[in-house]
């Protein structure tokens, strides 16, 4: 079965300075990896996602993600963070063609918070 | 073009009662998904409506149900609610089953009391 642990509860980091979250899966195939951000009160926003070819992924707001089939991670990255980036984050991950319909396995997230 | 609209955006219920939560697909999307989110937690699937069938369903009980229309709008019906149903529901569309991209709606707040 698949899953995804988001090791971080929550983040505090500097406004301006670089920042990594980190996300590991477990799933049996090639998994389909995304980055979802939250803004209180709102819904999902895809930053970026992971089907196959070059492993550095680049998404929106400055931020990407590395996938590392070997350590089973999908961490995000951004190198100067905004107050703006203040929001929860969500790692997931995508069930194959195999299954016959698309569900996407949320890890239980990260809140970040930034500091002036 | 117009992306994924929820309603009712908040609601309150006692034990017991049923709820209905709709959801309008962004233009163009035939798929629509359903993910409960409760408070401090990731959005867990509840299932998927493909073609107007349900084509996929989490690990949810049968008091949970939905339906997609022809335009492809959604609802999610939930029967004898119980307080632990207290969740942010969100509702997402894509193009096809297996695009991978879905667009999430803003969610409806449901409080059991």
């Known amino acids: 079965a698949q899953s995804v642990t988001q090791p971080d509860i929550h983040i505090t980091v500097s406004e301006g300075a670089s920042l990594e979250l980190r996300c590991n899966y477990s799933y049996g195939a090639t998994p389909y990896l995304f980055w979802y951000v939250q803004s209180p009160g709102q819904g999902l926003q895809l930053l970026l996602k992971y089907f196959s070819g070059d492993t550095l992924v680049q998404g929106i707001k400055g931020f990407e993600a590395e996938f590392k089939r070997s350590q089973s991670s999908f961490n995000l990255r951004k190198p100067s963070v905004h107050w703006s980036d203040a929001a929860e984050y969500f790692c997931?991950?995508?069930?194959?063609?195999?299954?016959?319909?698309?569900?996407?396995?949320f890890g239980t997230g990260t809140r970040l918070l930034v500091s002036p | 073009e117009t992306g994924v609209t929820q309603s009712p955006t908040h609601l309150i219920k006692t034990r017991g009662q049923q709820v209905t939560l709709r959801c309008s697909s962004q233009?163009?999307?035939?798929?629509v998904s359903w993910y409960q989110q409760a408070l401090g937690q990731g959005p867990q699937f509840i299932f998927q409506?493909?073609?107007?069938?349900?084509?996929g369903r989490g690990n949810f009980p049968p008091r949970f149900s939905g339906l997609q229309f022809p335009n492809y709008s959604s609802e999610l019906n939930v029967n004898a609610l119980e307080l632990d149903d207290s969740a942010l529901y969100l509702c997402a569309s894509s193009s096809g089953l297996y695009t991978g991209e879905l667009f999430f709606g803003e969610g409806s707040r449901l409080t059991v009391l």
């Open positions: 233009s163009g999307h035939n798929t």
């Open positions: 997931a991950v995508g069930a194959s063609r195999n299954t016959g319909f698309q569900k996407l396995v």
């Open positions: 409506y493909y073609r107007e069938e349900e084509n």
